[in-house]
């Protein structure tokens, strides 16, 4: 069932959005060469906590043999889609890492990602972080009330599409609120003036995962992290969106105007 969120709740949505943000900005002065993703999640897991919130991810989900998510961030490398678990493998040169980041704040949920360059990474590798943060702009632009779901899923894969890029199918955006995952599912790819249509109240967490070449996605033996079986390097970027009557407001952002996500700093 669609929860829709009345102006109260999405003020409340923001604040939680704010403590997100800035364990996302701790993060991004800390990621670079040498530093371990053990050590990005405890500098996220304290800027959450030391502001009152609570890490979303930390002891989610399990079940079937897979124990409970270990971390406050997912930390996906390279190949890694998404899910991966910090650990102490130090971030090299020419790597690529997505930090995904969730929060809960005075009982609602917040949901943050970027895919971060180390040092210098090759041309391709720049053009995929480039074309998958496009793509979620042109997501949340489409993000508008009257509009379908489909216009947002197709919005996404035709810039991922038009660049040479593949829209991961496996894994898909959500909404979001009091729970950390509710109704709809948001894929990143459909078709265009399908699927429920937007209302004011509606907050989506609007998460492209792009990857440079199609090839289905395995998980690995800790039964969270999922990666390109054939290698392919993959990104992720999201933002948590709610749909008003004067525009998609993105609160994950330093402002609700979608275009801040194509100006956001890049290492």
């Known amino acids: 069932m669609i929860q829709i969120k009345r102006r109260a709740e999405l003020e409340v949505m923001a604040e939680a959005a704010r403590v997100n943000r800035e364990a996302m900005d701790a993060v991004a002065a800390a990621v670079g060469v040498g530093v371990t993703t053990r050590e990005l999640n405890a500098i996220a897991e304290d800027a959450i906590v030391s502001r009152g919130g609570r890490p979303a991810f930390k002891g989610y989900g399990g079940g079937h043999g897979t124990p409970p998510y270990p971390g406050t961030l997912c930390t996906s490398v390279n190949e890694v889609v998404v899910h991966g678990i910090p650990d102490d493998r130090r971030l090299a040169d020419g790597d690529i890492v997505s930090v995904d980041i969730g929060t809960f704040y005075r009982g609602f949920a917040a949901d943050l990602a970027r895919t971060f360059p180390i040092g210098e990474v090759p041309e391709e590798a720049r053009r995929l972080i480039a074309t998958t943060e496009a793509s979620l702009v042109a997501g949340i632009e489409a993000a508008q009330v009257g509009h379908r779901l489909g216009d947002v899923s197709a919005a996404i894969q035709a810039v991922v599409e038009a660049e040479g890029f593949w829209v991961v199918r496996e ?22 003036g399908t699927g429920p249509v937007l209302r004011p109240g509606l907050v989506l967490a609007i998460e492209p995962m792009v990857s440079t070449r199609s090839t289905r996605v395995v998980v690995g033996d800790d039964g969270w992290a999922a990666s390109t079986a054939d290698g392919s390097l993959a990104a992720h970027v999201e933002h948590t969106v709610a749909v008003t009557e004067d525009g998609p407001w993105v609160l994950t952002a330093r402002t609700d105007r979608a275009t801040a996500v194509a100006a956001a700093p890049r290492r």
């Open 171 to 192: 894994f898909v955006g959500h909404g979001i609120g009091r729970a950390f995952h509710e109704d709809p599912e948001v894929p990143n790819y459909g078709r265009a």
